[in-house]
């Protein structure tokens, strides 16, 4: 079964940092783009940032630019979100999710992990 | 940026009824880059649509998406009780920033 499973999630006081992590399985994770996508309380979806297959191309949300890093580890099938200088609009449940191809083209998000909750304030 | 409108904001009909969902785009998205999610209370958003009308594996035939340009629709043409949730539309036109419509809700 395909499945992608985040963690790292937690309380954290405004400007800090906090890493989220997304283990894949059930496919082979170095052949697909992946994507953050954030989803703040009682709001709607966000996409936060995107990775090609190879790590070679990200994307950002101008929100999060300069401040989120995302990298993958394909040999540990795994997701990073490096999430620096946090605000309290940050506050969200942070998805990880699987595209359909290897490139950040044409990508929309077929599989969603089940999130983790992220949340900013002192 | 692409901005996505998703009107109406709730929907409130019955189960056997159609739901008719629209999606509106700021420009054009050209190759038909739309896709459509169903999230409901506490869980991920499913992946529903693709292509403006292709459905996702295992997703009901009931389920059917059209249009194209700036103009997109979700329909659900007889509502069963578990397809009463909230409804986003997602554009992937081009390279990023990629963008979602704001929801509807369909509500008995």
């Keep these: 079964e395909v499945q992608v499973l985040e963690s790292g999630g937690g309380l954290v006081q405004p400007g800090r940092s906090l890493r989220l992590s997304c283990v894949a399985s059930g496919f082979s994770f170095s052949n697909f783009a992946m994507a953050w996508v954030r989803q703040a309380p009682g709001k709607g979806l966000e996409w936060v940032s995107g990775i090609s297959g190879s790590g070679g191309s990200i994307y950002y949300t101008d929100s999060v630019k300069g401040r989120f890093t995302t990298s993958r580890d394909n040999s540990k099938n795994t997701l990073y979100l490096q999430m620096n200088s946090l605000r309290v609009e940050d506050t969200a449940v942070y998805y990880c999710a699987k595209g359909p191809g290897y490139l950040l083209i044409s990508f929309y998000m077929d599989v969603w992990g089940k999130g983790t909750t992220v949340i900013v304030s002192s | ?108």
Excluded: M
């Design chain 2, 1 to 108: 940026e692409i901005v996505l409108t998703q009107s109406p904001g709730t929907l409130s009909l019955s189960p056997g009824e159609r739901a008719t969902l629209s999606c509106r785009a700021s420009q054009s998205i050209t190759s038909s880059h739309l896709a459509w999610y169903q999230q409901k209370p506490g869980q991920p958003p499913r992946l529903l649509i693709f292509g403006a009308s292709r459905r996702a594996t295992g997703i009901p035939d009931r389920f059917s998406g059209s249009g194209s340009g700036t103009d997109f629709t979700l329909t659900v043409s007889r509502l069963e009780p578990e397809d009463f949730a909230v409804y986003y539309c997602l554009q992937y036109h081009n390279s990023p920033p990629w963008t979602f419509g704001q929801g509807t809700k369909v509500e008995i």
